[in-house]
């Protein structure tokens, strides 16, 4: 397989590619295993931090550190602490990305916040919704982690995402900017080949959805390989000189 034996790197995505209902897809540890250091998962994920994935990972079996996963709430929230230090900020999102907001200085408790970011809250409500749309009518700037509306559940059922409930503010707040973190916008493509300190030409991206994961791809000028049906490219398609990829 032409675009595995070239690549001297890979981002991997994580639900649907790595991990489908809690479970290692077939082949997931031979693959990260074959990259090993040369690799980066980039996920779509608006509600954990990447130690809590790379805790995930690791009661699986695959050993990734944090420092080598992007996900897109961790993200979004990097990237307003970035670009308005201090601000204060309307988070839809889990404590977990509320207590990664305050390490970066940014304040989620303000009566008028500078931003909304939305992420995946399991406690979004009526009220939050309230918030999040005068807010950003108001002036407030908005930035949604990732445009998914869903992703597959057990038993073939969906799981509500970040972008069902952006749809919400927006379905209330009318036509106002907006701001896209994850795929496939380019951010976590170029935060995932700046880790592996590659330039697009030099690395494969491996995701399930061509929407997200090939379409992104093909924005920043990388190769995509679809996984399909639940299995992963061969890895043993790889050239000799990368089988030894720490």
């Known amino acids: 397989m032409e675009a595995l034996r070239d690549a001297q790197g890979a981002l991997v995505d994580f639900d649907g590619t790595l991990v489908t209902a809690g479970a290692l897809v077939p082949g997931a540890a031979e693959l990260m295993a074959a990259f090993g250091d040369r690799c980066v998962v980039v996920s779509n994920d608006a509600e954990h931090t990447p130690a809590e994935l790379a805790a995930d990972l690791a009661a699986l079996g695959i050993e990734v ?4 996963i992007v996900l897109a709430g961790a993200l979004a929230i ?9 601000a204060g900020v309307l988070l839809l999102a ?13 304040d989620p408790d303000v009566e008028r916040p500078e931003v909304v970011i939305v992420g995946r ?14 807010a950003a009518r108001g002036g407030a700037a908005l930035v949604v982690a990732n445009p998914d509306r869903t992703h597959p559940g057990p038993g073939r059922g969906i799981v509500p995402e970040t972008g ?12 106002i900017p907006y701001r896209v973190i994850g795929k496939p916008e380019p951010a976590l493509f170029l935060a995932g080949l700046a880790i592996l300190g590659l330039e697009p030409a030099q ?10 994961d090939g379409l992104g791809a093909e924005r920043v000028g990388m190769r995509f390989l679809l996984a399909r049906d639940g299995r992963l490219p061969d890895t043993s398609a790889r050239a000799p000189r990368l089988a030894g990829a720490a």
Do not use: K, Q, Y
């Open 65 to 68: 550190p944090a420092e080598r």
């Open 78 to 86: 990097e990237v307003v602490a970035r670009e308005r230090p201090g």
């Open 94 to 106: 889990s404590p977990a990305l509320e207590d990664h907001a305050r390490r970066l200085g940014l």
């Open 121 to 134: 809250d399991r406690r979004f409500s009526f009220a939050r919704l309230a918030a999040a749309a005068n």
């Open 164 to 175: 069902a409930l952006a749809s919400a503010i927006l379905t209330c707040t009318g036509p």
């Open 203 to 212: 690395a494969v991206m491996i995701g399930d959805n061509p929407e997200t």
